[in-house]
């Protein structure tokens, strides 16, 4: 298929979409922010027939809050998310991760629906979206079906995302009071990078330094992104003064299976999910002090 | 030399010293430049370059059948449609045109193809059927100098040797007190221009091909199509200016002969060619990566006694202009410093890992790093203060070089390093390096300095022309070869002319890199385009105020004595002739209104034995100071700040300076940290600027710019000499150094990427460990 050969076709609205999709005639594609899809389409890789350009869906495009939880539509741009006092508050890990993702231009297109869509084990809102027990709601034509985010993605750049199906809300639990979060990443550079080792962490806080209960999850170090259990059991077990944050993070080194790239060695990696894990701790607790 | 009547006071000077906003700033800021390639015709076609399959095999069979018949194909080349000499390369034209026999790097081009839209061609190369039998590759420039290698070309893999030798290094090394030796390796870096290779090119109805194609040196790549096509040259014009960006990468020929080809073949109809970021990276020329073995040794009291160098240098597939590097590596290998004793040698060794050739540095970057980093560890190890012992090395104007020859041109070094040991970050690097952030973190503040060649050194013609025309509206048309790649030449000719003339900068045009429209006034390469071509316009401007003058005086009838320059106008008993006037009265007589301007670069006479055409009569110097911050949890660096010290003599445009300091500042500190174009089995696994890190604003510290001026050079136009190449070298021997100050750990391999800083930070707390049990 050449590039001049495929057709885009703009739905006005979300359930005109979902039929464009169920057509099993049509080999189509959602492109949302296009950060990806441009880039794969011009690489040979993703060539449809259709692209089904969805960015103008305004529907799926908000933060809310509802019955204790936040709603995202997949349409929001990671600038939405920054600019969100709402997220600012109650999900700081995620507003941070995004900051993170390329540069700006690319916030202010990408889609978080478009980041969890693409499956990358390297993207960089992922890890906060786990330590915030997500949930996402897949819907089709007529159905829809809810998901834990831990059981959408099966291996890199796939899901569990059937072709008639799209993701058409993102719901977060907030934090509540004691609770902290922190994103880390370590790129080749500060900006315009795809992660060698990004982490997510999320803490609920009982008093002083000690850790009620706490969730870690790794980017770039396993096909998926992972959460790091045996740390988050050893968290709790004695206050997190920074000789406990260093043997929580050396754990972190057991928990991975990352490869070798182009990017970095599989060793490298290894050792950075130590390193982040101790420096988002570090940062953390200085935070929960300062608070 | 004959003085030039540009000696003026400072005072007295108008343009020249001045902060000028550059005359081609305004449309590059606003986007209203269009660069070559970003034009487009109704009637363009689309040019493609179909390119090695493999880094080595060889080729049984092209069959271009099938693409031809592609709908919307209009022509397809290979090496039968090629009129004249299939080759090029600037010193030995070693490179195909079109390959016939066997490739030898995946850049390598076989067929080219010519369509009615890009996508077109793209398809038309998948349908071009080239049969090949794979040969080993050879991927190791050291391994591809053993006699079990694959031979590349006809006379081996060695393509030049280059050797220095003076005084007697093996007793030297007796007498030492002190001997540092280590290896480094340097990275392959890409240009990463913001525009890629491309432009386009059309044949007239009588057979005039004009080639519309960024380059840096017009006339020397007509020279190259012409060889190619069997072509009168002066039935080929070249426009090469304007130019997103080049630093060396457009040196060599980059897809001139190919426009000409296809031109020829689209009956009239212009044809472009516009390389993707990812033909660029496989097929344009890097950074030649280097092995520099160094011996270093010392007295007690800091005073350097021997240097021996071995420099490997991988040059890829072919040597465009790589014998040149390695030779310029060598004569720069000992720093600015008087060794009595020494041993260099150097080789450029062709390897199938791409092509490499010119780049900002020239070689100098890749050595540099090796004799400062000997420098700070002889210092260390005799308790020496890092700046006493350069100084207490560095050669002064009038003394003997390292090579054996006498400095007779101006020498900043020690001033730089004055400056340097003065200014704010140094003198207080104690009290800056321990305001670190968090505890994991650690600072580390260092210097180096290092010098750069200007022109062509022995053995090349270096020669620079300008002319300068009156225009009908009063403006003068500066005219020089030279192209404006970036580094704001353009605003220097204007300013040189409009002191001269004594006019306003707004009344001069430039013209720049057009074998129509200027003289061969020779390349933008070698830090020599602001001195040379200065120094041309500033040679030209007296003939025009001459011309002015004399056609004043005919006018008023009065004898040119008489007449009075004034600023814009000139002047006779209170009556006042205007540019304008001047031109009619040339227009009516019908004579010219145009004058030229020629020179030679000053060179030295004897050549050293050996040394591929040391030593330069020139050189600019500069030192840096850094200061660094190492994440040691994760090996990540960050510079935070830097100083730059240059002595570029006499400075035309502080602003353009520091545009340069600047620049060379952020392309250093990209190569010691972050790019490097990986290539694995002659395979490029560095794709695009995905994977290919350049410093963004992000890791762009604060730079501070203080030029040394005390030292101007006689020979250059108002005492300017060039700075285009030093002001990215010596920074990277600084951060190398300022890693060691933070963390203890060396790094002898770049890129210093976080992984590689990381485990040295490892293998020193392995060692720390063992050796306090």
């Given at each position: 298929?050449?590039?001049?050969?495929?057709e885009?076709?703009?739905?006005?609205?979300?359930?005109?979409?979902?039929?464009?999709?169920?057509?099993?005639?049509?080999?189509?594609?959602?492109?949302?922010?296009?950060?990806?899809a441009?880039?794969?389409?011009?690489?040979?890789?993703?060539?449809?027939?259709?692209?089904?350009?969805?960015?103008?869906?305004?529907?799926?495009?908000?933060?809310?809050?509802?019955?204790?939880?936040?709603?995202?539509?997949?349409?929001?741009?990671?600038?939405?998310?920054?600019?969100?006092?709402?997220?600012?508050?109650?999900?700081?890990?995620?507003?941070?991760?995004?900051?993170?993702?390329?540069?700006?231009?690319?916030?202010?297109?990408?889609?978080?629906?478009?980041?969890?869509?693409?499956a990358?084990?390297?993207g960089?809102?992922?890890?906060?979206?786990?330590?915030?027990?997500?949930?996402l709601?897949l819907?089709?034509?007529?159905?829809?079906?809810?998901?834990?985010?831990?059981?959408?993605?099966?291996?890199?750049?796939?899901?569990?995302?059937?072709?008639?199906?799209?993701?058409?809300?993102?719901?977060?639990?907030?934090?509540?009071e004691?609770?902290?979060?922190?994103?880390?990443?370590?790129?080749?550079?500060?900006?315009?990078?795809?992660?060698?080792?990004?982490?997510?962490?999320?803490?609920?806080?009982?008093?002083d330094?000690?850790?009620?209960?706490?969730?870690?999850?790794?980017?770039?170090?396993?096909?998926?992104?992972?959460?790091?259990?045996?740390?988050e059991?050893?968290?709790?077990l004695?206050?997190?003064?920074?000789?406990?944050?260093?043997?929580?993070?050396?754990?972190?080194?057991?928990?991975?299976?990352?490869?070798?790239?182009?990017r970095?060695?599989?060793?490298?990696?290894?050792d950075?999910?130590?390193?982040?894990?101790?420096?988002?701790?570090?940062?953390?607790?200085?935070?929960?002090?300062?608070? | 030399?004959k003085?030039?009547?540009?000696?003026k006071?400072?005072?007295?000077?108008?343009?020249?010293?001045?902060?000028?906003?550059?005359?081609?700033?305004?449309?590059?800021?606003?986007?209203?430049?269009?660069?070559?390639?970003?034009?487009?015709?109704?009637?363009?076609?689309?040019?493609k370059?179909?390119?090695?399959?493999?880094?080595?095999?060889?080729i049984?069979?092209?069959?271009t059948?099938?693409?031809?018949?592609?709908?919307?194909?209009?022509?397809?080349?290979?090496?039968?449609?090629?009129?004249?000499?299939?080759?090029?390369?600037?010193?030995?034209?070693?490179?195909?045109?079109?390959?016939?026999?066997?490739?030898?790097?995946?850049?390598?081009?076989?067929?080219?193809?010519?369509?009615?839209?890009?996508?077109?061609?793209?398809?038309?190369?998948?349908?071009?059927?080239?049969?090949?039998?794979?040969?080993?590759?050879?991927?190791?420039?050291?391994?591809?100098?053993?006699?079990?290698?694959?031979?590349?070309?006809?006379?081996?893999?060695?393509?030049?040797?280059?050797?220095?030798?003076?005084?007697?290094?093996e007793?030297?090394?007796?007498?030492?007190?002190?001997?540092?030796?280590?290896?480094?390796?340097?990275?392959?870096?890409?240009?990463?221009?913001?525009?890629?290779?491309?432009?386009?090119?059309?044949?007239?109805?009588?057979?005039?091909?004009?080639?519309?194609?960024?380059?840096?040196?017009?006339?020397?790549?007509?020279?190259?199509?012409?060889?190619?096509?069997?072509?009168n040259?002066?039935?080929?014009?070249?426009?090469?200016?304007p130019?997103?960006?080049?630093?060396?990468?457009k040196?060599?020929?980059?897809?001139?002969?190919?426009?000409?080809?296809?031109?020829?073949?689209?009956?009239?109809?212009?044809?472009?060619?516009?390389?993707?970021?990812?033909?660029?990276?496989?097929?344009?020329?890097?950074?030649?990566?280097?092995?520099?073995?160094?011996?270093?040794?010392?007295?007690?009291?800091?005073?350097?006694?021997?240097?021996?160098?071995?420099?490997?240098?991988?040059?890829?597939?072919?040597?465009?202009?790589?014998?040149?590097?390695?030779?310029?590596?060598?004569?720069?290998?000992?720093?600015?410093?008087?060794?009595?004793?020494?041993?260099?040698?150097?080789?450029?060794?062709?390897?199938?890992?791409?092509?490499?050739?010119?780049?900002?540095?020239?070689?100098?970057?890749?050595?540099c790093?090796?004799?400062?980093?000997h420098?700070?560890?002889?210092?260390?190890?005799?308790?020496?203060d890092?700046?006493?012992?350069?100084?207490?090395?560095?050669?002064?104007?009038?003394?003997?070089?390292?090579?054996?020859?006498?400095?007779?041109?101006?020498?900043?070094?020690?001033?730089?390093?004055?400056?340097?040991?003065?200014?704010?970050?140094?003198?207080?690097?104690?009290?800056?390096?321990?305001?670190?952030?968090?505890?994991?973190?650690?600072?580390?503040?260092?210097?180096?300095?290092?010098?750069?060649?200007?022109?062509?050194?022995?053995?090349?013609?270096?020669?620079?022309?300008?002319?300068?025309?009156?225009?009908?509206?009063?403006?003068?048309?500066?005219?020089?070869?030279?192209?404006?790649?970036?580094?704001?030449?353009?605003?220097?000719?204007?300013q040189?002319?409009?002191?001269?003339?004594?006019?306003?900068?707004?009344?001069?045009?430039?013209?720049?890199?057009?074998?129509?429209?200027?003289?061969?006034?020779?390349?933008?390469?070698?830090?020599?385009?602001?001195?040379t071509?200065?120094?041309?316009?500033?040679?030209?401007?007296?003939?025009?105020?001459?011309?002015?003058?004399?056609?004043?005086?005919?006018?008023?009838?009065?004898?040119?004595?008489?007449?009075?320059?004034?600023?814009?106008?000139?002047?006779?008993?209170?009556?006042?002739?205007?540019?304008?006037?001047?031109?009619?009265?040339?227009?009516?007589?019908?004579?010219?209104?145009?004058?030229?301007?020629?020179?030679?670069?000053?060179?030295?006479?004897?050549?050293?034995?050996?040394?591929?055409?040391?030593?330069?009569?020139?050189?600019?110097?500069?030192?840096?100071?850094?200061?660094?911050?190492?994440?040691?949890?994760?090996?990540?660096?960050?510079?935070?700040?830097?100083?730059?010290?240059?002595?570029?003599?006499?400075?035309?445009?502080?602003?353009?300076?520091?545009?340069?300091?600047?620049?060379?500042?952020?392309?250093?500190?990209?190569?010691?940290?972050?790019?490097?174009?990986?290539?694995?089995?002659?395979?490029?696994?560095?794709?695009?600027?995905?994977?290919?890190?350049?410093?963004t604003?992000?890791?762009?510290?604060?730079?501070?710019?203080?030029?040394?001026?005390?030292?101007?050079?006689?020979?250059?136009?108002?005492?300017?000499?060039?700075?285009?190449?030093?002001?990215?070298?010596?920074?990277?021997?600084?951060?190398?150094?300022?890693?060691?100050?933070?963390?203890?750990?060396?790094?002898?391999?770049?890129?210093?990427?976080?992984?590689?800083i990381?485990?040295?930070?490892?293998?020193?707390?392995?060692?720390?460990?063992?050796?306090s049990?």
């Amino acid at each position: 298929m050449l590039v001049s050969e495929i057709e885009v076709v703009t739905p006005a609205t979300l359930k005109e979409c979902l039929t464009m999709i169920a057509n099993e005639d049509m080999n189509t594609r959602l492109i949302a922010g296009g950060t990806d899809a441009v880039v794969r389409m011009k690489e040979g890789k993703w060539r449809p027939s259709t692209w089904v350009n969805i960015k103008g869906l305004r529907e799926l495009r908000y933060i809310i809050e509802k019955d204790g939880a936040i709603h995202i539509g997949p349409l929001t741009t990671h600038t939405d998310i920054i600019k969100s006092s709402l997220l600012q508050k109650k999900a700081n890990v995620l507003v941070e991760a995004s900051r993170e993702v390329g540069a700006i231009q690319m916030q202010n297109v990408g889609t978080i629906g478009g980041n969890i869509g693409t499956a990358s084990p390297a993207g960089d809102t992922l890890p906060a979206l786990y330590v915030l027990n997500t949930v996402l709601e897949l819907s089709t034509r007529n159905s829809k079906r809810i998901v834990p985010i831990e059981e959408f993605f099966t291996g890199p750049g796939r899901t569990i995302l059937k072709k008639n199906e799209m993701i058409t809300n993102i719901i977060v639990q907030p934090h509540g009071e004691n609770e902290i979060g922190i994103f880390q990443k370590l790129g080749p550079r500060k900006a315009q990078s795809i992660s060698i080792v990004n982490v997510a962490i999320s803490l609920l806080m009982e008093k002083d330094r000690q850790v009620l209960s706490g969730k870690i999850a790794f980017g770039s170090v396993a096909p998926t992104i992972i959460r790091a259990k045996k740390c988050e059991s050893i968290l709790t077990l004695h206050p997190l003064t920074d000789e406990m944050i260093q043997n929580v993070a050396k754990v972190a080194w057991k928990e991975v299976m990352p490869i070798t790239d182009v990017r970095a060695t599989a060793e490298y990696r290894r050792d950075m999910a130590s390193s982040l894990l101790e420096r988002g701790l570090y940062r953390l607790m200085r935070r929960w002090e300062n608070k | 030399m004959k003085q030039l009547n540009t000696t003026k006071n400072e005072q007295s000077l108008n343009w020249v010293g001045k902060r000028v906003k550059r005359i081609d700033g305004p449309e590059k800021v606003t986007g209203e430049l269009k660069y070559m390639t970003d034009l487009h015709f109704d009637n363009m076609v689309w040019g493609k370059v179909l390119r090695a399959k493999y880094p080595h095999a060889k080729i049984k069979s092209i069959h271009t059948l099938n693409a031809e018949k592609l709908p919307g194909v209009v022509c397809i080349l290979t090496h039968k449609d090629i009129p004249g000499f299939n080759g090029f390369g600037i010193v030995i034209p070693d490179q195909p045109v079109l390959c016939s026999n066997i490739v030898r790097c995946t850049g390598d081009a076989i067929c080219l193809v010519a369509a009615e839209s890009e996508e077109i061609a793209e398809r038309a190369l998948e349908l071009i059927d080239v049969e090949y039998e794979l040969l080993e590759v050879v991927t190791d420039a050291e391994k591809a100098m053993t006699a079990s290698a694959p031979q590349l070309h006809p006379d081996g893999n060695i393509h030049s040797h280059v050797k220095i030798k003076n005084g007697n290094t093996e007793e030297a090394f007796i007498e030492a007190n002190i001997i540092v030796e280590n290896t480094f390796y340097s990275p392959r870096q890409m240009h990463a221009f913001i525009e890629t290779e491309g432009g386009w090119s059309v044949m007239d109805a009588d057979g005039f091909i004009t080639i519309h194609c960024p380059g840096q040196y017009a006339h020397r790549d007509r020279m190259q199509i012409a060889r190619a096509l069997a072509y009168n040259p002066e039935r080929i014009r070249v426009i090469s200016s304007p130019i997103g960006g080049a630093f060396g990468g457009k040196d060599e020929i980059t897809v001139q002969i190919y426009l000409a080809l296809l031109a020829m073949h689209t009956n009239g109809r212009p044809v472009k060619i516009h390389l993707s970021r990812e033909e660029s990276v496989i097929a344009g020329i890097k950074r030649h990566p280097f092995k520099v073995h160094m011996k270093t040794a010392a007295k007690k009291d800091g005073t350097l006694i021997a240097n021996e160098v071995r420099a490997v240098a991988d040059t890829g597939a072919y040597a465009s202009l790589g014998g040149a590097v390695i030779a310029l590596a060598i004569e720069h290998s000992c720093g600015p410093y008087k060794i009595p004793n020494v041993n260099l040698e150097g080789f450029c060794v062709y390897t199938n890992n791409g092509i490499s050739g010119a780049f900002r540095g020239f070689g100098v970057n890749q050595v540099c790093m090796g004799i400062e980093t000997h420098l700070d560890m002889i210092a260390e190890r005799l308790n020496m203060d890092k700046v006493e012992i350069r100084k207490k090395n560095v050669y002064h104007q009038g003394e003997i070089s390292s090579l054996g020859h006498i400095v007779k041109s101006s020498v900043g070094t020690f001033k730089t390093l004055e400056l340097a040991e003065n200014c704010d970050l140094w003198k207080n690097r104690r009290q800056y390096k321990s305001a670190v952030s968090e505890p994991w973190k650690k600072r580390g503040v260092a210097l180096a300095t290092s010098f750069h060649g200007i022109g062509m050194g022995i053995g090349l013609p270096d020669y620079g022309a300008a002319s300068i025309e009156i225009l009908s509206d009063g403006k003068f048309l500066v005219a020089v070869g030279c192209e404006e790649i970036g580094g704001g030449n353009s605003t220097a000719y204007a300013q040189v002319a409009a002191e001269i003339l004594n006019c306003d900068i707004n009344n001069i045009k430039v013209v720049q890199g057009d074998t129509s429209r200027t003289l061969d006034g020779g390349t933008v390469t070698a830090s020599r385009s602001t001195y040379t071509g200065g120094r041309a316009v500033a040679t030209a401007a007296p003939n025009m105020v001459k011309l002015l003058t004399n056609t004043a005086a005919e006018l008023l009838n009065v004898p040119p004595s008489k007449i009075e320059v004034l600023p814009n106008c000139l002047n006779a008993n209170g009556k006042v002739v205007n540019y304008q006037t001047i031109y009619q009265y040339l227009f009516e007589h019908h004579r010219s209104t145009r004058v030229e301007g020629h020179f030679i670069l000053p060179k030295e006479k004897v050549e050293i034995e050996g040394s591929g055409g040391a030593p330069h009569h020139l050189y600019g110097y500069l030192t840096h100071v850094v200061m660094v911050e190492v994440d040691t949890l994760t090996g990540e660096t960050d510079v935070l700040r830097v100083v730059s010290i240059p002595d570029a003599g006499k400075v035309i445009n502080p602003q353009g300076l520091e545009g340069q300091a600047e620049g060379g500042a952020v392309m250093g500190i990209g190569y010691t940290l972050y790019e490097d174009v990986v290539i694995e089995n002659g395979f490029h696994k560095t794709r695009n600027f995905t994977d290919y890190i350049i410093p963004t604003i992000r890791e762009t510290p604060l730079i501070e710019t203080f030029p040394v001026e005390d030292t101007p050079e006689e020979s250059g136009p108002f005492g300017a000499k060039g700075i285009g190449e030093v002001v990215m070298i010596p920074i990277i021997a600084a951060i190398m150094s300022a890693i060691y100050d933070a963390t203890g750990a060396r790094i002898y391999h770049l890129p210093a990427t976080p992984e590689r800083i990381f485990n040295a930070l490892k293998e020193l707390k392995k060692q720390n460990v063992y050796s306090s049990r």
